[in-house]
């Protein structure tokens, strides 16, 4: 490897940002924290609107880099900017790919999952026995909650939804009746 070929990575590595770090930007006031968890230590702020460098995601965090400070922050905090006049074709290619609506990928409480994530998944049999594994008998649950001073709570089901003529139809959508 010649001088000036090595040069690019030389200098990501000096100054501690990856080669494939991409720009984003603070939608919302956001703690950076030292690993990707909440009760990670406090590293300091990354305020709204402000530039970041976007170096790794995990899970529902993305790992930052912000006013010289490396930390991570919620997932929804921080988008990516939109490609720089130097994105190659294949970068400006795969954004003008529009999104077939008849393929939905619904998920169930899951953030921070891209689509390619989702389609990849597979059944692990030996993640399923060790997550069987961590349960624990109605009776154990029972006592937990007790020493915890927890109650149940009986909640009254939503109304079932009325059908409605397209004369009625309002605004409120599937909410309408619900108060809101």
Do not use: C
Not at 70 to 82: C, E, K, P
Not at 85 to 106: E, F, H, W
């Amino acid at each position: 490897m010649n001088l000036k070929s090595g040069l690019p990575i030389l200098l990501a590595v000096l100054i501690g940002v990856p080669a494939w770090a991409t720009d984003g930007i603070m939608l919302r006031d956001d703690t950076l924290r030292a690993s990707a968890s909440a009760s990670a230590a406090s590293l300091g702020k990354a305020a709204k609107n402000s530039k970041v460098a976007i170096l790794a995601r995990q899970g529902g965090w993305t790992q930052v880099r912000a006013a010289a400070k490396t930390g991570w922050v919620r997932l929804l905090s921080v988008r990516a900017d939109a490609p720089a006049a130097s994105a190659s074709l294949a970068d400006v290619g795969a954004l003008a790919q529009r999104r077939d609506p008849n393929k939905v990928v619904a998920t169930a409480g899951l953030r921070g999952l891209s689509e390619e994530e989702l389609r990849s998944a597979h059944y692990d049999a030996q993640e399923m026995q060790r997550l069987e594994g961590l349960a624990v008998s109605a009776d154990a649950a029972r006592k937990f909650a007790a020493e915890g001073n927890l109650s149940p709570v009986k909640l009254a089901y939503l109304p079932a939804e009325k059908k409605k003529t397209k004369a009625k139809e309002s605004n409120n959508g599937p909410w309408e009746g619900l108060g809101f």
